[in-house]
């Protein structure tokens, strides 16, 4: 199961930004080439994991949960709010503040409601730093988080996000940056 996602993490080529291995890939960055089977095997997976029947809205990370939240929404018919990096300024945004292994920055959630049965789709969990600060605003706003699901697990940042969030992260694959190649640890689903 999951032999192409497997397939395209293994290939994928690693990159140093400062201390952090960060490794390219069509699921975590959109390049080289993000092709539709790969989509629909990850969506697929995720399908039959997960109860998706009173899910009323799919929430996503700019920009890279965007591509498996809009996969996901048109396979089940849900449908789906990205949390942006841009500010609006509409009547009840709720800033966040994110810190991640590369870089801090701001994003803006709008269109979550107080009540809303959500699941929370991400690329890559590896610090946990946009995680957690996400999973805390949609408390914050009193959406009801059914599932957060990463794709892809690196590091300890799964177990991070659960321990300062009390929120379960269920990711799909396990890996590692080994040697500068990346090593599919091991896969849940």
Not at 91 to 116: A, C, F, H, K
Not at 162 to 182: A, F, H, M, P
């Amino acid at each position: 199961m999951l032999e192409k996602l497997k397939s395209t993490l293994e290939k994928s080529p690693v990159i140093k930004k400062g201390e952090y291995h960060y490794f390219v890939s069509p699921v975590t960055d959109g390049i080289p080439l993000t092709e539709p089977n790969l989509l629909m095997e990850i969506v697929d997976a995720i399908e039959k994991k997960f109860d998706l029947e009173d899910i009323d809205k799919i929430v996503c990370i700019e920009a890279m949960g965007i591509h498996l939240a809009t996969a996901l929404s048109i396979k089940t018919g849900i449908p789906f709010v990205v949390i942006r990096k841009k500010k609006y300024g509409l009547p009840g945004e709720v800033e966040i503040r994110q810190v991640t292994g590369y870089g801090e920055s701001n994003l803006y959630v709008n269109g979550v409601n107080s009540g809303d049965k959500i699941l929370v789709i991400d690329d890559v969990v590896s610090t946990g730093g946009t995680l957690i600060s996400v999973i805390n605003a949609l408390k914050k706003i009193s959406a009801d988080i059914k599932y957060v699901i990463a794709v892809v697990e690196k590091g300890e940042g799964r177990k991070k996000v659960e321990k300062e969030t009390g929120t379960k992260v269920n990711t799909l694959v396990k890996v590692d940056v080994i040697d500068g190649e990346v090593k599919i640890i091991n896969n849940e689903v």
